[in-house]
């Protein structure tokens, strides 16, 4: 079935600690996103990839990196997690073209 | 990127017809405007999207004036199921930096 894949499902994590969080798409899109959403809250925007190669930021960057080494794979790095990072956080994909984001069923990361 | 601004939460009971208004006064001219859905502990899911009068597909309608500063998300004979967060949008569907920057949504709860 294609779609975005996300992995974890959840982790706990140590405050300090290194995480990456993956995510995989099969539809070919140019476009990829990851999204933190906290509890009760809306959607914020992390950073963005119009196309592989390229990366952008979005409403939320601090203490997050990504890269997009290809089309299908947008990894979301916490290189030094902190509490306030504990939340559960979405990946998306689109054509591009605003025609419709496709998200994963999330990650939920919890920071002690 | 347009600011939307919608009700924080609505009240429905089984079988009525749902309109959930949101307003982007400051649209532009080549922004679509688009609506998610979102359940618990789970990734919003793509409802409609349009540009100006009105669009109709087999889960909702979207009722956009003329002048598209707001627009109106009508969900029909609603059931238990369609209880959840709906997202109001918009974006430039052109701009090769497009990216869905969401609110807080309005949560939606239908009674029995």
């Known amino acids: 079935i294609a779609g975005i894949t996300q992995a974890p499902t959840s982790q706990i994590l140590a405050a300090g600690r290194r995480m990456t969080l993956r995510c995989t798409q099969d539809m070919r899109h140019n476009a990829m996103y990851w999204y933190r959403q906290d509890l009760g809250l809306g959607l914020r925007l992390i950073h963005y990839s119009n196309t592989a190669g390229t990366t952008g930021k979005g409403e939320v960057p601090d203490g997050y990196s990504v890269s997009r080494a290809n089309t299908d794979d947008f990894p979301l790095t916490l290189a030094s997690a902190v509490p306030s990072q504990t939340s559960v956080y979405f990946c998306?994909?689109?054509?591009?073209?605003?025609?419709?984001?496709?998200f994963g069923s999330g990650t939920r990361l919890t920071v002690v | 990127l347009a600011k939307t601004t919608q009700p924080i939460s609505m009240d429905s009971y089984e079988g009525q017809e749902v309109n959930i208004t949101c307003s982007h006064n400051n649209i532009a001219t080549n922004d679509y405007i688009t609506w998610y859905q979102q359940f618990p502990s789970q990734g919003p899911r793509f409802i409609i999207q349009g540009y100006k009068t009105k669009v109709t597909n087999e889960v909702a309608s979207l009722f956009i004036p003329a002048d598209r500063k707001s627009s109106t998300l009508s969900l029909p004979r609603v059931s238990l199921s369609d209880t959840a967060v709906y997202y109001c949008?918009?974006?430039?569907?052109?701009?090769?930096?497009?990216?869905?920057?969401f609110g807080s949504g309005t949560r939606l709860l239908v009674r029995p």
């Open positions: 998306a994909s689109s054509t591009g073209t605003g025609d419709g984001y496709t």
């Open positions: 949008l918009v974006g430039d569907t052109v701009d090769s930096s497009y990216k869905l920057i």
